[in-house]
């Protein structure tokens, strides 16, 4: 399967928690998304990459959020110090942007719960 | 702020007919607006895009309208299937750094 992959799918932690999501990315693609979505909502703009460079991040983003892209290829998301508000569905997305716009290819998220 | 609105309400179509779902936007003028189909516990996977100069295009029983006089798009299915049943997204599109701004979503229940 050549799609955006996330792992885990699943992950359930007691409030003041780390985690950490993982997103590998298809592998051409030289842009990379990260997302949020809750129950009824559109998915929610968070952070992006542009190769290994973060080219923007949300206000949104508090700063007990942080995400990497260290060599260009698969990215991370750490949640640190979890609240129950941070329950929600994380998405990744990548595109292949070359001086115009693309469609972006969604991974499965990761749910996560706070509890 | 920029903003994309969706109907909340779910919308209930018998099979065969037509599917129309609305997005506005408001207090911007996006470029490119693009649509997505959401199944429940997956991404959402892309559909169609249509450019601010495009009034229409269509794919297979798909079709989309940008009205930028009244800062909306339509989505409509044709030949409705319950395999449509589905949440539909709206999103619009930053040029540059590829940004999507979705609304909140659409829930199509295609009864057979």
């Known amino acids: 399967d050549t799609g955006v992959s996330q792992n885990p799918r699943h992950k359930i932690t007691k409030r003041g928690q780390n985690v950490t999501f993982r997103c590998d990315p298809i592998?051409?693609?030289?842009?990379l998304y990260w997302y949020r979505q809750t129950l009824g909502q559109g998915p929610e703009f968070l952070t992006y990459f542009q190769n290994e460079a973060q080219l923007e991040k949300s206000r949104l983003l508090s700063d007990r959020f942080s995400a990497e892209r260290p060599k260009g290829s698969f990215s991370t998301l750490e949640i640190q110090r979890t609240e129950q508000g941070d329950s929600a569905m994380y998405l990744c997305a990548s595109s292949s942007y070359q001086g115009s716009v693309h469609e972006q290819y969604f991974g499965p998220g990761t749910r996560l719960t706070v509890t | 702020s920029q903003k994309i609105e969706q109907n909340s309400e779910a919308l209930n179509i018998q099979e065969g007919k037509t599917a129309t779902l609305t997005c506005n936007y408001t207090n911007y003028s996006p470029a490119y607006l693009q649509w997505y189909r959401q199944d429940p516990g997956r991404g959402p996977v892309f559909l169609l895009l249509?450019?601010?100069?495009?009034k229409e295009k269509r794919k297979e029983r798909l079709k989309v309208t940008f009205d930028t006089t009244l800062k909306q798009s339509l989505f409509h299915i044709t030949a409705s299937q319950p395999a449509d049943s589905a949440t539909y997204l709206c999103a619009s599109l930053s040029s540059n750094t590829g940004k999507l701004i979705f609304g909140q979503g659409t829930t199509l229940q295609v009864k057979p």
């Open positions: 249509i450019r601010e100069n495009e």
């Open positions: 592998s051409e693609h030289n842009r």
